[in-house]
């Protein structure tokens, strides 16, 4: 179980590692064109369920702590679903992976992830 500390408020927000590599892949390439956004999830049953949302904007600070230490491979699909929601109005908004497309031509939706910058 990966977390998302988020600035010095203090904030930890805890997702599962290959969750976690997805939401720094796409909240990375939407600071780094230092767009601002909206970033919401469905709080966990234990933290008393509900919604968060936290505003990230190029000045936040972010630290992504993995549990594990092998690099995730990377759901093209899901990063294009999580982009697609992180620009639109609402911001991003976290949601499940979704399942591989069936294609004849192979796992096509599997690349392999590269060290964050």
Do not use: C
Not at 31 to 38: A, G, I, T
Request: aromatic share 10%.
């Amino acid at each position: 179980m990966g977390t998302l500390l988020y600035g010095n408020s203090g904030i930890v927000i805890s997702f599962d590692d290959r969750a976690l590599m997805h939401l720094q892949i796409v909240i990375s390439a939407k600071l780094r064109r230092r767009e601002s956004f909206v970033f919401s999830w469905i709080d966990a049953a234990d933290a008393s369920s509900g919604r968060s949302a936290i505003w990230l904007d190029p000045a936040s600070t972010l630290y992504y702590r993995y549990f594990g230490s092998r690099v995730p491979t990377i759901n093209r699909e899901w990063i294009d679903a999580l982009m697609l929601s992180a620009n639109s109005a609402g911001g991003l908004v976290f949601m499940s992976e979704p399942p591989p497309a069936v294609s004849g031509a192979g796992p096509q939706h599997v690349v392999p992830a590269s060290p964050a910058r």
